[in-house]
């Protein structure tokens, strides 16, 4: 059985940092991807990030190039995200997710496993 679970999350302010972890459980070797995608209140969920389980190839949306960084620990099953500079519009529940097969890491479709969720506020 696959388990995702995510940690990390709460409230900072504006250009702080903070980091996000999920930990997984279940077997990873078959993944393909890890992804982070968020939902923010009366929007739809959307990608942030992504990294290739065996490659270590990132992807982020343009709206978080250059502020947040993904970075996987494949001994602990673990995938982070690094959130610096946060702003405000970054508040969201975040999920991360699993992919098996290769696919277009951005869409949500791809993946096949997701955790319950972390709450990230942003004040300003």
């Known amino acids: 059985q696959v388990q995702m679970v995510e940690s990390g999350g709460g409230l900072v302010q504006a250009g702080g940092s903070l980091r996000l972890s999920c930990a997984a459980s279940g077997r990873t070797f078959m993944w393909y991807a890890m992804g982070w995608f968020r939902r923010a209140p009366g929007k739809e969920r959307e990608f942030v990030a992504a990294?290739?389980?065996?490659?270590?190839?990132?992807y982020y949306a343009d709206s978080v190039k250059g502020r947040f960084t993904i970075s996987r620990d494949n001994a602990k099953n673990t995938v982070y995200l690094q959130m610096n500079s946060p702003k405000p519009e970054d508040t969201a529940i975040y999920y991360c997710?699993?992919?098996?097969?290769?696919?277009?890491?951005?869409?949500?479709?791809?993946?096949?496993?997701w955790g319950q969720g972390t709450q990230v506020t942003v004040s300003s």
């Open positions: 997710a699993a992919a098996i097969y290769r696919s277009d890491v951005s869409r949500p479709t791809s993946y096949a496993y």
């Open positions: 990294i290739t389980w065996s490659g270590g190839t990132t």
